[in-house]
């Protein structure tokens, strides 16, 4: 299958970049032994189908103290799955970096696992997905703290050039349609009607009213 035309430019234009930030990146393995595949795994894993972020998105929209969170969190998850997954990978089709047995980032990723992914490779969809998620959460929270959001997301990033499954400039990629897309959510999710904010309250008050009424 031929390259098309914005691949082919990404292949070409950034491909001493590519190279150089994966092997900085893989200087990790020759300083920790397979200390640190097993937890690139596991921090890349957490990105897979989005489904764990989307598990916690839902949980946090469960509680009323942190629902404004998992509200922004959820649709910052849908704008950046509908933006990568049905638009910018499918146009875009850049293969992965294992895909050329001959090339640079194959002996790296057989080191690492041999990890093999179905779909396109830019952008990075766990990356889009982790900063989604991540970024309302860094908005919107106590800033002395959420910032620690962002670490996750830039570990997942982090993973996926580990893993040789991503050029880094497909995680750039995600970072940008993540940040974005969690940006879009934020804003959403503040301009949302207040009852969305109050229906677990009004069903707590009826219930004591009830009670009370029951009491009497």
């Known amino acids: 299958m031929p390259l098309t035309a914005t691949a082919l430019w ?5 491909s001493g970049f590519d190279q150089a930030v994966t092997s900085s990146i893989h200087h990790l393995y020759e300083l920790a032994g397979s200390v640190m595949t097993p937890f690139m795994e596991l921090i890349s894993l957490m990105g897979k189908g989005g489904i764990f972020l989307i ?41 992965r970096p294992y895909a050329d047995i001959q ?4 002996p790296l990723w057989v080191l690492m696992g041999q990890h093999m992914e179905s779909d396109m490779s830019f952008p990075s969809g766990h990356t889009n997905a982790a900063f989604a998620a991540m970024v309302p959460l860094f908005l919107l929270g106590d800033k002395r703290k959420s910032w620690l959001a962002l670490v996750f997301a830039v570990l997942m990033g982090i993973s996926r050039i580990y893993l040789v499954v991503h050029y880094p400039t497909d995680v750039i990629g995600g970072l940008i349609t993540g ?33 009370s009424d029951l009491a009497s």
């Open 55 to 95: 598990l916690l998105s839902l949980c946090l929209i469960l509680f009323h103290k942190t629902r404004r969170f998992g509200t922004a969190m959820l649709l910052g998850l849908a704008i950046g799955a509908l933006a990568v997954n049905l638009i910018l990978k499918v146009v875009i089709a850049r293969p």
């Open 10 to 14: 990404l292949n070409t234009a950034f």
């Open 179 to 211: 940040t974005i897309a969690g940006m879009i959510g934020t804003l959403i999710a503040i301009n949302l009607p207040s009852p969305w904010y109050r229906w677990d309250l009004k069903k707590r008050k009826d219930k004591e009213t009830s009670c």
């Open 103 to 106: 090339g640079f980032f194959y």
